[in-house]
């Protein structure tokens, strides 16, 4: 699961508990301007992720950490599809974060508002 918070011109993500030893990463810090837009897309849940390195994906249980799929970069932290939203970007490593949230509407209405106000 991963928390999002806004501070000043970035967004933090921040990956919680065991996450972090799954996904190989601790937080990304994404600059507000280089968020195009977050959506929830339950196609992407679809169970081939792409090529990981380095991660960790146990089909239908979690998959966490780096992956590449059709020459992008995509950063995954997910268990539970229902809860996850798909943050695009632009002018960054990843492509896209592909992230578990605690509350959906909650973290989208948190990322439209911080774009929206660029």
């Excluded at 937080?27 to 380095?54: C, N, T, Y």
């Excluded at 020459?71 to 578990?100: C, M, S, T």
Aim: net charge negative; charged share 30%; hydrophobic share 45%.
């Amino acid at each position: 699961m991963v928390s999002i918070t806004k501070h000043e011109d970035k967004f933090i993500f921040e990956v919680k508990g065991l996450h972090k030893l799954w996904a190989f990463k601790s937080e990304l810090r994404i600059p507000v301007s280089h968020v195009s837009r977050a959506h929830q897309d339950f196609g992407k849940a679809g169970f081939w992720k792409g090529w990981r390195m380095p991660g960790t994906h146990i089909p239908y249980l979690i998959t966490a950490g780096t992956f590449y799929l059709d020459g992008d970069k995509i950063f995954w932290d997910v268990v539970d599809k229902e809860k996850a939203i798909v943050v695009d970007l632009i002018d960054e490593d990843y492509k896209q974060l592909i992230i578990e949230v605690e509350d959906v509407q909650e973290a989208l209405k948190l990322i439209s508002q911080g774009i929206s106000s660029v």
